[in-house]
């Protein structure tokens, strides 16, 4: 085939367009369904100003380098910066802060607490608060996360169901809010529009990017049409104030005080305690799983894998494995790793309660492992010296070695001369041995005629390296040349 043909079919090669791909991804390519909740339940879960961005303002974002990127940002906003960009003072600080999740995250928690102080616990009370706590983290984890944001496995009416009511006890927001800003944050990982950007710190991941009001020059959005094509969804997120708090205060407070005359405990202990312990333990997968741990698949972004993370977070914790492998149903791949999570599902499958459940290819997450792994010796490989590198060596004939050997402690092993002189009296042979090579080809005798060196051996010659002689055959893998020697002697 000739050159000229070969072009012809690369030009003929029809480009995907980027733009169409990112109205893909953001599901602006087709009318979605606009599913608004009701009251105050709308505005629980953030502005639509940071979602109301088009594929083709992505697009220009993503394929702008930094440096045009900053400059028309920087023009845009010269003369008007959103509250978020302004520095912190006096006049500006009420006005900066997002006071509706302050009250649910912070000032309800810390009335629960006064309370605490004076109406002391009942232990059924507190058993029926870890039950509530248990029946919201799960939902969260196998609900919210894995079975709505990644759709690692299908589950029945009835655990849907489950997981809309409880996982709206723990108030975070509704299946679609909790579920796109989770997509977002997966396909914008450490970048401005993360929408809890781990880059920006511990406390920013973990509460204070909910604290603050967001800038909506960092809009992101993901396509969500398959969540809202659920009708469980759809009426969850229409009625997502009445069941918050139904599902966070009003159960717990009646079955405690029907069934035990502990009203005023159920709501504080069960209702209160419950939903923020629940809040904390889904913020530390995003700020505790971004900042302690090991990065055992990927090191160019910040999750990772730790076993505290794990506990405080219902299995969450080996998140550098969940960011590489987001789709899989399994958060540890372990026997022996605590992920309460994966078993859940596990179990559900086998009542026919939930079904296929998605792994990802034992032999692609091995090869990620393996490709880490070559990272990190890369790195430690460039820390160590190795000596010269044999094309780099200068070329010289025999009579400049011979001239020079003796005065310089120069010997050829495999082609390459090496200055032995300072180690001579290093030499666990003794110096007689090495002496007695200098100025010879001494490669037959180093490679187990006289002694068979170790790996150590060659490496510690390999930094002695001076030059190559002309003419001469030159193999840097010294110890190579040993073992094809060895083994060629005990052939003869």
């Not at 594929?55 to 008007?80: C, F, G, H, Q, V």
């Given at each position: 085939?000739?050159?000229?043909?070969?072009?012809?079919?690369?030009?003929e090669?029809?480009v995907?367009e980027v733009t169409k791909?990112?109205?893909?991804?953001a599901?602006?390519?087709?009318?979605?369904?606009?599913i608004?909740?009701?009251?105050?339940?709308?505005?629980?879960?953030?502005?639509a100003d940071l979602?109301?961005?088009?594929?083709?303002?992505?697009?220009?974002?993503?394929?702008e380098?930094?440096a045009?990127?900053?400059?028309r940002?920087?023009a845009?906003?010269?003369?008007k910066?959103?509250?978020?960009?302004?520095?912190?003072?006096?006049?500006?600080?009420?006005?900066?802060?997002n006071?509706?999740?302050?009250?649910?995250?912070?000032?309800?928690?810390?009335?629960?607490?006064?309370?605490?102080?004076?109406?002391?616990?009942?232990?059924?009370?507190?058993?029926?608060?870890?039950?509530?706590?248990?029946?919201?983290?799960?939902?969260?984890?196998?609900?919210?996360?894995?079975?709505?944001?990644?759709?690692s496995?299908?589950?029945?009416?009835?655990?849907?169901?489950?997981?809309?009511?409880?996982?709206?006890?723990?108030?975070?927001?509704?299946i679609?809010?909790?579920?796109?800003?989770h997509?977002?944050?997966?396909?914008?990982?450490?970048?401005?529009?993360?929408?809890?950007?781990?880059?920006?710190?511990?406390?920013?991941?973990?509460?204070?990017?909910?604290?603050?009001?967001?800038n909506?020059?960092?809009?992101a959005?993901?396509?969500?049409?398959?969540?809202?094509?659920?009708?469980?969804?759809?009426?969850?997120?229409?009625?997502?104030?009445?069941?918050?708090?139904?599902?966070?205060?009003?159960?717990?407070?009646?079955?405690?005080?029907?069934g035990?005359?502990?009203?005023?405990g159920g709501?504080?202990y069960?209702?209160?305690?419950?939903?923020?312990?629940?809040q904390?333990?889904?913020?530390?997968?995003?700020?505790?799983?971004?900042?302690?741990?090991?990065?055992?698949?990927?090191?160019?972004?910040t999750?990772?894998?730790?076993?505290?993370?794990?506990?405080?977070?219902?299995?969450?914790?080996?998140?550098?494995?969940?960011?590489?492998?987001?789709?899989?149903?399994?958060?540890?791949?372990?026997?022996?790793?605590y992920?309460p999570?994966?078993?859940?599902?596990y179990?559900?499958s086998?009542?026919?309660?939930?079904?296929?459940?998605?792994?990802f290819?034992?032999?692609?997450?091995?090869?990620g492992?393996?490709?880490?792994?070559q990272?990190?010796?890369?790195r430690?490989?460039?820390?160590?010296?190795?000596?010269?590198?044999?094309?780099?060596l200068p070329?010289?004939?025999?009579?400049?070695?011979h001239?020079?050997?003796?005065?310089?402690?120069?010997?050829?092993?495999?082609?390459?001369?090496?200055?032995?002189k300072?180690?001579?009296?290093e030499?666990?042979?003794?110096?007689?041995?090495v002496?007695?090579?200098?100025?010879?080809?001494?490669?037959?005798?180093?490679?187990?005629?006289?002694y068979?060196?170790?790996?150590?051996?060659h490496?510690?010659?390999a930094?002695?390296?001076?030059?190559?002689?002309?003419?001469?055959?030159?193999?840097?893998?010294?110890?190579?040349?040993?073992?094809?020697?060895?083994?060629?002697?005990?052939?003869?």
């Amino acid at each position: 085939m000739t050159t000229e043909t070969t072009n012809t079919r690369v030009d003929e090669l029809e480009v995907a367009e980027v733009t169409k791909l990112n109205a893909i991804a953001a599901g602006t390519n087709k009318k979605v369904p606009r599913i608004v909740a009701s009251g105050w339940g709308g505005k629980l879960m953030g502005t639509a100003d940071l979602v109301k961005v088009t594929a083709e303002e992505i697009t220009k974002d993503s394929m702008e380098s930094l440096a045009e990127k900053d400059a028309r940002e920087k023009a845009k906003y010269a003369n008007k910066k959103h509250i978020s960009e302004e520095p912190w003072t006096r006049e500006n600080f009420m006005a900066k802060i997002n006071w509706l999740n302050v009250i649910l995250t912070v000032a309800v928690p810390v009335f629960g607490i006064i309370q605490a102080i004076l109406s002391p616990p009942q232990w059924k009370t507190l058993a029926l608060g870890f039950v509530l706590y248990v029946f919201s983290g799960i939902s969260i984890t196998a609900g919210y996360h894995r079975l709505y944001s990644h759709k690692s496995y299908d589950a029945a009416l009835p655990v849907r169901m489950f997981f809309a009511f409880f996982g709206a006890g723990a108030i975070e927001g509704s299946i679609k809010w909790w579920g796109h800003s989770h997509r977002v944050h997966h396909r914008y990982t450490d970048t401005p529009r993360d929408p809890y950007d781990a880059r920006r710190g511990f406390w920013y991941s973990h509460m204070g990017w909910m604290l603050m009001k967001a800038n909506p020059k960092n809009r992101a959005r993901a396509d969500i049409s398959d969540l809202t094509a659920d009708w469980v969804v759809r009426f969850q997120h229409r009625h997502y104030l009445m069941i918050m708090l139904v599902a966070a205060f009003v159960t717990p407070t009646l079955v405690a005080g029907l069934g035990w005359g502990d009203y005023w405990g159920g709501f504080i202990y069960a209702g209160i305690f419950k939903s923020f312990f629940i809040q904390q333990a889904t913020f530390c997968v995003n700020s505790l799983a971004h900042w302690i741990g090991v990065q055992p698949f990927d090191d160019r972004r910040t999750p990772r894998d730790h076993v505290l993370t794990a506990f405080v977070t219902f299995g969450e914790g080996y998140h550098n494995f969940h960011h590489e492998f987001p789709s899989d149903y399994r958060n540890a791949l372990k026997w022996y790793q605590y992920d309460p999570t994966k078993v859940i599902i596990y179990a559900l499958s086998k009542l026919g309660l939930a079904w296929n459940l998605k792994m990802f290819s034992q032999n692609a997450i091995e090869q990620g492992l393996l490709q880490q792994q070559q990272k990190k010796l890369d790195r430690m490989r460039q820390k160590l010296k190795w000596g010269s590198s044999v094309e780099d060596l200068p070329v010289w004939t025999r009579e400049e070695f011979h001239a020079r050997a003796k005065d310089e402690g120069l010997i050829i092993i495999s082609g390459i001369i090496h200055n032995v002189k300072l180690f001579i009296k290093e030499h666990p042979g003794g110096q007689a041995l090495v002496r007695a090579s200098l100025g010879k080809d001494a490669t037959s005798a180093f490679s187990g005629a006289v002694y068979a060196h170790s790996n150590a051996a060659h490496n510690l010659l390999a930094t002695m390296r001076v030059a190559v002689v002309k003419d001469i055959a030159h193999d840097g893998d010294t110890f190579h040349v040993q073992e094809v020697i060895m083994e060629k002697e005990k052939q003869s």
